[in-house]
T-cell receptor
Framework: DADVTQTPRNRITKTGKRIMLECSQTKGHDRMYWYRQDPGLGLRLIYY???????NKGEISDGYSVSRQAQAKFSLSLESAIPNQTALYFC???????????????FGPGTRLTVL | EDQVTQSPEALRLQEGESSSLNCSYT??????LFWYRQDPGKGPEFLFTLYSAGEEKEKERLKATLTKKESFLHITAPKPEDSATYLCAVQGPRNNDMRFGAGTRLTVKP
């Protein structure tokens, strides 16, 4: 079974609709992240969470919100979807270990979101 | 502002034709440089982390090297299954500092 799972894998929605993307992990990591990927732009950080009570905005948080329901679950919501939110969305997890040094991020399979 | 630039955008090789991918970066206080492989329709798969200039890491036909300004991913005698997009990312001193490049799309023809 995959360590980081995302649902749904594909979603088509209409402008103005509210949608939620979900991420679950079995790696036991405290840190979780949401990214979006657009052609030619690379991955950009939307939100990140270092534990259940910690939520932080990333580079491009406008139009998005998140919820950290448990150590293993981190959801991304689009309150009112717009066409320029069409993209690939990835969840990632990491664990810096006891040293707190740089920590490798492990990615889920992604959700392809299309907003019409 | 931290920046990561990968070149070339796309690279086509014949099977067995060795080459290198480049990742140039500017970051204050590099904590780590990461290489990932991404197949179509999948999430990035971790390959290497490099921490300091002069460091090298190898995995099968791949070898990653790091200087103070750039990293190279060398591919020796590539096979068609090495075809993928290779992503580079750098992490600076702050917790939200992971910055990704746009990637190099590698195609290896048999």
């Amino acid at each position: 079974d995959a360590d980081v799972t995302q649902t749904p894998r594909n979603r088509i929605t209409k402008t103005g609709k509210r949608i939620m993307l979900e991420c679950s992990q079995t790696k036991g990591h405290d840190r979780m992240y949401w990214y979006r990927q657009d052609p030619g732009l690379g991955l950009r950080l939307i939100y990140y969470s270092f534990d259940v009570k910690d939520i932080n905005k990333g580079e491009i948080s406008d139009g998005y919100s998140v919820s950290r329901q448990a150590q293993a679950k981190f959801s991304l919501s689009l309150e009112s979807a717009i066409p320029n939110q069409t993209a690939l969305y990835f969840c990632a997890t990491s664990d810096p270990g006891t040293s707190g040094a740089t920590d490798t991020q492990y990615f889920g399979p992604g959700t392809r979101l299309t907003v019409l | 502002e931290d920046q990561v630039t990968q070149s070339p955008e796309a690279l086509r090789l014949q099977e067995g034709e060795s080459s290198s991918l480049n990742c140039s970066y500017t970051v204050s206080g590099l904590r780590g440089l990461f290489w990932y492989r991404q197949d179509p329709g999948k999430g990035p798969e971790f390959l290497f982390t490099l921490y300091s200039a002069g460091e090298e890491k190898e995995k099968e036909r791949l070898k990653a090297t790091l200087t103070k300004k750039e990293s190279f991913l060398h591919i020796t005698a590539p096979k068609p299954e090495d075809s993928a997009t290779y992503l580079c990312a750098v992490q600076g001193p702050r917790n939200n500092d992971m910055r990704f490049g746009a990637g190099t799309r590698l195609t290896v023809k048999p």
